[in-house]
């Protein structure tokens, strides 16, 4: 497959537009799915909901990997789609197994089907197709740097999602106030660790796709974790004080 270059800039600034649109929605209207839900809503089981909506940015970048005709350096292209791919499939499969959460509006369905499938397309394709790497480019202290980042804020998120689930028992819809681990700093604990994910992700990449992907997802989870912080003040008269929204010590 050729280089789109004209598709990859369109679909790059397409989503920093579209991250700034999102994050301005959000500061009016809270996006309603979780917790904010109606309950009225036409709805999909968490588990299969979280598969659905997640899965096309596994799938897209993997079909492309299959794709001839590839152009640059092979390890360093597959280094890297395989760390976007890395979260999806843990997102897409691991995670909507074990996940109790709410059901999921079909519209957020819909939605995220989209944008997965875009992003997908998006990072594989110019990972793949255009990106050019010189021969010294993985020794480079940015891409171990960016990696590394990205690593950590894996293990954050993951870590934050299990201290999540075990403040519920099967079939519990209640809220708690959780504690351990970036919890003790931040409310959005699992939100920040999925923004450190992909600014190191941005950092390794250093091109356009992966920082308008990651800014896309500072704008559009950014705002719910201090959405969830007023909730957690609000439901919880014994809150504690010195836990942020998103940012330690900050925010």
Same mark, same amino acid.
């Given at each position: ?56 940015? @596994?799938?897209?970048?993997? %079909? /492309?990997?299959?794709?001839?005709? +590839?152009?640059?350096?092979? =390890?360093?292209? *597959? &280094? ?41 397309? @998006?990072?594989?394709?110019? %990972? /793949?197709?255009?990106?050019?790497? +010189?021969?010294?480019?993985? =020794?480079?202290? *940015? &891409? ?108």
């Amino acid at each position: 497959m050729e280089c789109r270059e004209a598709v990859v800039s369109y679909l790059s600034w397409g989503l920093v537009v579209g991250g700034g649109a999102y994050l301005l929605r959000q500061m009016q209207n809270c996006a309603e799915y979780g917790r904010y839900a109606p309950t009225q809503a036409h709805c999909c089981p968490a588990r299969l909901g979280w598969f659905l909506q997640e899965v096309p940015a @596994l799938f897209v970048p993997l %079909l /492309l990997l299959l794709l001839p005709a +590839e152009a640059g350096s092979g =390890t360093g292209r *597959r &280094l890297l789609v395989g760390t976007f791919m890395l979260h999806y499939f843990h997102r897409s499969i691991i995670y909507a197994l074990l996940t109790r959460g709410r059901p999921i509006p079909l519209i957020i369905i819909v939605s995220a089907v989209i944008f997965c499938s875009i992003n997908g397309f @998006l990072q594989g394709h110019f %990972l /793949l197709h255009c990106a050019r790497f +010189e021969d010294t480019w993985l =020794t480079r202290a *940015r &891409l171990t740097a960016g990696v590394l980042v990205f690593a950590l804020g894996m293990i954050v998120n993951i870590h934050s999602d299990y201290i999540l689930r075990g403040l519920r028992k099967p079939g519990e819809v209640v809220y708690r106030v959780p504690h351990g681990g970036m919890f003790e700093f931040v409310s959005g604990a699992n939100f920040f660790g999925e923004i450190v994910e992909w600014c190191g992700y941005a950092v390794a990449v250093w091109s356009l796709p992966a920082f308008a992907f990651a800014f896309f997802t500072i704008c559009s989870i950014g705002p719910r974790a201090c959405m969830h912080h007023r909730d957690y003040q609000q439901r919880f008269k014994d809150y504690p004080r010195s836990r942020k929204a998103i940012i330690p010590f900050i925010l």
